[in-house]
């Protein structure tokens, strides 16, 4: 009896595998087929300033919204587009859609703030800069109204390569962020090494303000450090109030996160940079319309 039940749940664990085994290959057939399917949808979640309350950033985030997987993670599909070697034509494409939507933004009457995009490790190895050149030059875009975000990931493998990849991006008037600073475990020294303007503090250390000591500890001394050095501070992940005392206390007010705006699509990021609700949503569906 014993014997049976073992090998019944041996088999299930089996089964379980099987299908998670199956999953992954039928995700990345379906990943595979994404861009040409029109599958991926850029949202954008506001940054503010929790002083003034402006709106001072967009960061773009992709979504993926399959017809029978329904809608995929990026933390989960970002990574199978890396390993089956399509996140540089996925890359490009939200590079150039960011511009895009931005140039319309700006159309609209929205100025100075920039469009961040994430740029992944393997694209910032290859031809990032021709990427981005291509964007601009399709879209009409304003290097000014773009910022990348690249992750310590980017950065340990050839940091002279990177050093110039940054170096071009800031000559074309392009701002560098870097994203999930503290998540990585490269050298504090390529900080002051690299051209960046912007330190982006990682959700997992804001999410436990004010409340854990050491947490407290640890990003205070991150935003000492980044003013020490001239950078710009985001918080990511920003969720309640206190978290938004603690932080603009410490000297940074710069706030990413739901407790301000949830990432959504251009339609809605639209009405609420421009004020439309309540208005007719004609008004919404034209801005959508000439994306
Ligand atoms: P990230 O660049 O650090 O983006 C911030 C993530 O935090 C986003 O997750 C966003 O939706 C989420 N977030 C924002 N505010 C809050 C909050 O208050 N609470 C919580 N719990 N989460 C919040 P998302 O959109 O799932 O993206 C995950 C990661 O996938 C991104 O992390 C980025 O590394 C990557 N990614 C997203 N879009 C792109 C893309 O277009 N290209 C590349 N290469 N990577 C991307
Ligand atoms: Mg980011
Ligand atoms: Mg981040
Ligand atoms: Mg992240």
């Not at 099987?18 to 506001?46: C, G, H, I, K, P």
């Not at 890396?82 to 009457?109: F, N, P, S, T």
């Not at 999410?207 to 918080?235: S, Y």
Request: glycine share 6%.
């Amino acid at each position: 009896k014993a014997k049976d039940s073992g090998r019944n749940s041996y088999q299930l664990y089996t089964a379980e595998m099987n299908v998670v085994a199956m999953d992954r290959l039928l995700t990345q057939n379906y990943l595979r087929s994404a861009l040409q399917q029109d599958e991926f949808e850029l949202f954008y979640q506001l940054q503010f300033d929790s002083i003034s309350g402006q709106v001072v950033g967009i960061e773009a985030l992709l979504r993926w919204n399959h017809p029978e997987l329904g809608y995929v993670s990026p933390a989960y599909f970002i990574p199978m587009a890396e390993e089956i070697g399509i996140i540089v034509d996925i890359d490009r494409w939200v590079l150039r859609q960011a511009c895009k939507q931005r140039k319309l933004w700006q159309r609209l009457g929205l100025e100075d703030v920039r469009v961040s995009v994430n740029i992944s490790a393997l694209h910032f190895r290859h031809d990032l800069i021709k990427s981005i050149k291509l964007a601009l030059k399709e879209t009409g875009l304003d290097p000014r109204l773009l910022t990348l975000e690249v992750t310590e990931g980017c950065l340990i493998e050839n940091i002279e390569q990177a050093s110039k990849t940054l170096t071009q991006a800031n000559e074309l008037g392009i701002k560098n962020s870097i994203d999930d600073f503290g998540t990585g475990f490269s050298a504090l020294s390529y900080l002051t090494q690299l051209p960046f303007d912007t330190l982006k503090i990682d959700a997992g250390f804001v999410r436990k303000l004010p409340f854990d000591q050491q947490e407290c500890q640890i990003v205070a001394t991150i935003i000492a450090m980044a003013q020490g050095l001239n950078l710009g501070i985001v918080a990511e992940g920003v969720e309640t109030r206190e978290q938004v005392d603690f932080l603009t206390k410490k000297g940074c007010s710069v706030m990413q996160g739901y407790l301000y705006c949830k990432p959504a699509n251009a339609e809605s990021i639209s009405a609420q940079l421009f004020g439309l609700y309540g208005q007719s949503s004609a008004n919404v569906a034209g801005v959508r319309s000439n994306v």
